[in-house]
């Protein structure tokens, strides 16, 4: 599969010693700094009505919020819930200014505030950010990338945060385009080589009936047909119309060639009755230059139909 942009860990070896029996759980009262973060859903804040659980949050944090005297990328940082309890997180960026940090909270409630905790401040703390722990593949994820990793040279730089370990490859990009992101860094895919693309190994879209596609995206052209590939994936050979789903999804001109939207392609796989030429285009008027956009795709399929909506 071929990404464009998307809007993304650490392997630990267990050994039994005979003279331990178990590891000193963490003792947070040896940080010397703490501070509570609410999470607002009510009408003025976040606007969410319902629970929702095991919800990565992302914490933006720069000027007077960002951690005064914490490490470098976050080493001693830590968080717990309201009871205390720690709580799985990933850093995205800690860079002594700025610090985007994903942080996987067991419920958010609806129409409340949430409490969490930040703890740092502990000079030989171990680092615990692991973006596994963070994005489960048992609360449904399958490839989370925050491109963030340097996109030179044809190697499997581009890391997948989950535990199936789709790590993706950039091809025919330079350093140079790790750029500022809407969430720390990104990948800038420009227009100085020929084709510029990032490819996984993952195929769950070549069959999967049941998706969602999520990612931030931005592009300074909108007038050209196919201006940016924002993700593609199907059967080369037969372009979607053989034993597998073709998926597009693009910024700029869609499938259908309807300049200044977002647009999503769909070609069926001839089983379940499913059509060779069912495109569903959403028309997003874009207004600007160069602006970010969050874009999600939910795709349901009908098994019987094979209809996708």
């Known amino acids: 599969m071929r990404i464009s942009r998307v809007v993304p860990c650490a392997f630990v070896a267990l050994f039994a010693l005979l003279a331990v029996s178990a590891a000193r759980a963490e003792n947070l009262n040896e940080w010397s700094n703490q501070r ?21 949050v992302l914490l933006r944090l720069s000027g007077g919020d960002y951690p005064t005297g914490v490490q470098t990328g976050g080493d001693d940082l830590r968080f717990t819930d309201a009871a205390g309890a720690q709580l799985a ?16 909270v067991p419920k958010v409630k609806g129409n409340d505030r949430t409490m969490i905790r930040m703890f740092w401040g502990k000079t030989d ?53 790790l750029v500022d992101g809407q969430i720390g860094k990104g990948i800038n895919l420009d227009d100085d080589a020929t084709d510029e693309y ?19 995206a931005s592009s300074d052209k909108w007038e050209s047909a196919n201006e940016g590939i924002l993700l593609w994936e199907g059967d080369i050979a037969g372009n979607g119309g ?68």
């Open 242 to 309: 053989g034993p597998e789903h073709e998926v597009d999804w693009s910024v700029g001109w869609c499938r259908q060639y309807i300049s200044n939207t977002f647009g999503f392609g769909w070609e069926g796989d001839g089983n379940n009755g499913e059509n060779t030429n069912d495109f569903f285009i959403k028309n997003t008027s874009m207004s600007g230059s160069a602006m970010w956009y969050m874009v999600t795709k939910v795709t349901d399929v009908d098994g019987s139909s094979g209809t996708p909506s």
């Open 125 to 177: 703390a171990n680092p615990k950010s692991n973006g596994s722990d963070v994005f489960q593949t048992s609360n449904g994820f399958v490839a989370v990338y925050h491109m963030n990793n340097n996109p030179e040279n044809q190697t499997a730089d581009i890391v997948d945060a989950t535990s199936n370990g789709y790590d993706a490859t950039p091809y025919h990009m330079e350093l140079a385009d």
């Open 89 to 104: 997180y990933e850093v995205e960026r800690c860079d002594g200014s700025n610090a985007e940090i994903w942080v996987l």
């Open 198 to 216: 990032i490819q996984t190994p993952m195929n769950p879209l070549k069959t999967a009936d049941n998706f969602t596609v999520s990612a931030w």
């Open 36 to 56: 509570i973060i609410y999470l607002n859903t009510t009408s003025g804040g976040a606007n969410v009505g319902g629970d929702v659980d095991n919800f990565p």
